[in-house]
């Protein structure tokens, strides 16, 4: 009996090097994962170069190891897929290039993955869920809701027009000397603090799907400032997170339940919610869409949160899901620091650079 086309998948675009071994049968065979946190932590964000330097010093030993751990040998893959873009352009370059090696040694195809589209698939790996879903992708780059219409088949209703959650997340734990990344931080704190602080819940109630997360920030750095050193320790501290978290999920659930309405009139009998990137790996938040989706009668997918924050399993199913469509890369392949999943978007009124 044929066994099902094996991927390697290959994550660079930015602090975290991660390998994975997937099949077309949904299953992982293999998955590795390091992360660069300690290097970054002391900058208080990732430096590109020493991502770039520490994507090049680990990534050969992780690929052997999922080799390894799957017991196969590169000539037994289909394909080699790699995180081609958006990102930072070092890391996504150590990624390609490793790929593009192996791909040309072994005579293997290479599939160059947007790390978008690769967020986006990973439902269809957990959940085998179905074309056409309503995404809602939240990570430290991005947050956009998109319609997934079928692989490299996008529709986005809505983007922030300024920070995205993750980044908003990240800079609140640095106001209140979390560390980074914010994000599991700020949650942890709010688990015992209760959301007392009012704080605006910017966009909400107004037409479409974008977000903005700016104003939210500064209203916290103005409460922070007016507590002075208190608001560094508990009891505020922990409340200052609640706060910042409900604040957040108001706006995830306004902005959603919005694109959710356009989303079912244009796509009839479609009922699918789907939530990835980093952030969707907040419990709290997680529970805020779930009450959502209940109240619309929406299926929500979530994928478990070590396949919502970044990983290698999310580009070697990307992989898989091109492979069987064909869509084959050029070994020259190009790495992009930007490459939006719908080009065709209006763009966002007074957006920055986010695509
Ligand atoms: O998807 P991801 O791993 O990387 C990007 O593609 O950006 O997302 C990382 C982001 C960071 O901003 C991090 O603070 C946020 O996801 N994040 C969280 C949580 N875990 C990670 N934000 C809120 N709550 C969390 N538990
Ligand atoms: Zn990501």
Redesign the pocket.
Known sequence: MDRAPVVLGIET??D?TAVALVDGERRVLAETLRSQLERHAPFGGVVPEIAARAHVEILDHLIASAMREAKMAFPQLAAVAATAGPGLIGGLIVGLTTARAIASVHRLPLLAIN?LEA?ALTARLTDGVDFPYLLLLV????CQLLVVKGVGCYRRLGTTLDD?L??A??KAAKMLGLGF????A??QAARAGSPRYDLPRPMRGQPGSHFSFSGLKTALRQTVERLGPASLAPPQLNDLCASFQEAAGDILVDRTARAAARFRTEHPGAETLVVA???A???Y?RGRLQELAARLALRLVLPPPRL???NGVMVAWAGIERLRLGLIDDLSAPARARWPLDPDAEPAPGAGVKA
């Open positions: 675009s930015c975290e790390h967020h990570s430290g780059g991005h995205a993750g980044e997340f990240d990344p914010g994000g599991p700020v949650e990137g980093g952030v790996a907040n419990e938040l919502c924050t970044d």
